[in-house]
């Protein structure tokens, strides 16, 4: 777009409230759609491909990367199990089989027992955190001298990312950033209580430095 520099660059990574509310997309576990997850439906695989198509130790693995779910295993051998009989098309047939593979006292925890089975399959069909280290970088380069950039984030894995990187650009001799958050800002009480999606956001910000002239 011929923009050589900015003043200040917001990431937000979390998926579109209004995606989450339209059943058709697939990504909610409340509301029964087809097991879609695509941000972009033009292009890529489904969750309902990866379900389905994924051998039981990879299905595993993408739950328990990308999801930190406990019961990824018998999450997996439960679907693998279930897909033998018949192709898992919706999302209530997925939550179906997710309650059944887990205890008891995880169906009626605080958490919904889907919850982290369906962000491991949104963040693989998408790829979410694929390129994350890098654009951040690459927004950095572009930040005049004092510029601000501010990064929300939605679950650990984002923020894992988000706090190593601009931890790499904020040290040493080449350092580019000030960290403006040494632990990142969250949501106050009345926050979580006015919009509870916001719960788990966390917020890092880190300042460019003077930049150095060639001479």
């Known amino acids: 777009m011929g923009v050589s520099e900015v003043d200040g660059v917001v990431f937000d990574l979390g998926v579109s409230s209004a995606q ?12 029964n759609g087809p097991l879609d997850m695509r941000m972009d439906q033009t292009t890529g695989p489904t969750a309902a491909d990866l379900v389905n198509e994924l051998s039981e130790t990879k299905l595993a ?3 328990y990367q990308y999801g930190e779910e406990r019961y990824a295993r018998r999450i997996a051998r439960a679907v693998v199990r279930s897909r033998a009989h018949r192709r898992l ?11 059944q593979a887990v205890p008891a006292a ?5 958490l919904h027992c889907a919850t982290r089975t369906f962000q491991a399959l949104r963040i693989a069909v998408n790829r979410e955190l694929e390129g994350l280290d890098a654009a951040i970088r ?15 984030s939605f679950h650990s894995l984002e923020d894992r990312i988000v706090k190593q990187t ?6 040493g001799p080449q350092a580019s950033l000030l960290l403006c958050t040494k632990k990142p800002l969250v949501p106050s009480e009345t926050e979580r209580r006015n919009n509870p999606r916001a719960r788990s956001a966390k917020l890092r910000v880190a300042e460019r430095l003077a930049l150095r002239r060639s001479p």
Do not use: K, M
Request: proline share 2%; aromatic share 6%.
């Open 20 to 31: 989450l509310d339209r059943p058709e997309r697939g990504f909610s576990f409340l509301a």
């Open 61 to 63: 693995d993408v739950v």
């Open 89 to 99: 098309q919706t999302t209530a047939e997925l939550v179906s089989v997710i309650r």
């Open 106 to 110: 995880y169906r009626h925890g605080r």
């Open 138 to 152: 690459d927004a950095a380069d572009l930040l005049s001298s004092g510029g601000r950039l501010c990064v929300i």
């Open 166 to 171: 601009l931890r790499s650009l904020s040290c």
